[in-house]
């Protein structure tokens, strides 16, 4: 079946702007997680959403962060005045279950999103 | 807080070398323990895992990871390496049970580059 999917890929905005970053799930899978990844970094957490319940927004580093998933499938990450740090890639990830450490997390080709 | 350490950024091997990538977590408690490859332009995927029982734990396209406890250290290992091999390589934890702690720790990374 279909896997997480990101939109848009690419994403070039300029200091200051707005932006909105789009993930479509497995079907079915409970849990979504967001990832921002650096250059030459891996990973690092942002937040973590049961259904539409966002249960840890703890890595989320400013308030200019901010995610939703309203109807507990799709999830939109918005960064609110861009800021040249922002630059990164920010990574989709589903899961099947509720809260189960040990289920394998499916992600998404990630957006790469460029501050200018 | 957890963390994860892969000491080896980059490795060049050559074909039919054989392969062992470091990894190191600190966390006192129990842990799930993932390894991740991400293809150059694919997303990431799931190499294999651990949660319990055998340490020895052996995943797909042939790489193994053993689990030591007393070490903190869940090496990924492969006998002979094949150029479609190359890739990055992630190692990761989370903590166990449940209730919050799905998020994944992820260390930088292992750029590995395999020659003909």
């Known amino acids: 079946g279909a896997g997480v999917s990101q939109s848009p890929r690419y994403k070039v905005a300029k200091r200051g702007q707005d932006v909105a970053l789009r993930c479509d799930p497995i079907?079915?899978?409970?849990?979504l997680f967001w990832y921002q990844q650096a250059l030459g970094q891996g990973p690092e957490f942002l937040t973590y959403?049961?259904?539409?319940?966002?249960?840890?927004k703890s890595g989320l580093p400013s308030d200019r962060f901010f995610a939703e998933r309203p109807e507990g499938s799709v999830s939109t990450l918005k960064i609110q005045r861009t800021q040249q740090e922002d630059s990164a890639v920010y990574l989709c990830a589903s899961s099947p279950r509720l809260a189960a450490s040990t289920d394998t997390q499916y992600f998404g080709p990630g957006t790469r999103l460029t501050v200018l | 807080a957890q963390s994860v350490s892969q000491h080896n950024h980059h490795v060049i091997l050559s074909e039919a070398a054989s392969l062992e990538l470091g990894c190191n977590y600190s966390?006192?408690?129990?842990?799930?323990l993932f390894w991740y490859v991400q293809y150059p332009g694919q997303h990431l995927q799931l190499l294999l895992k651990?949660?319990?029982?055998?340490?020895l734990v052996k995943g797909i396209k042939g790489f193994e990871a053993e689990f030591i406890k007393s070490k903190f250290s869940f090496n990924l290992r492969k006998p002979s390496v094949q150029w479609s091999d190359t890739a990055e390589y992630f190692c990761?934890?989370?903590?166990?049970?449940?209730?919050?702690?799905?998020?994944?720790?992820f260390g930088t990374g292992t750029q590995l580059k395999v020659e003909l």
């Open positions: 651990y949660f319990s029982g055998d340490p």
């Open positions: 966390y006192g408690g129990t842990v799930n």
């Open positions: 079907s079915g899978h409970v849990s």
């Open positions: 990761a934890v989370n903590s166990a049970p449940t209730g919050g702690g799905n998020k994944l720790t």
């Open positions: 959403f049961q259904n539409e319940a966002q249960l840890d």
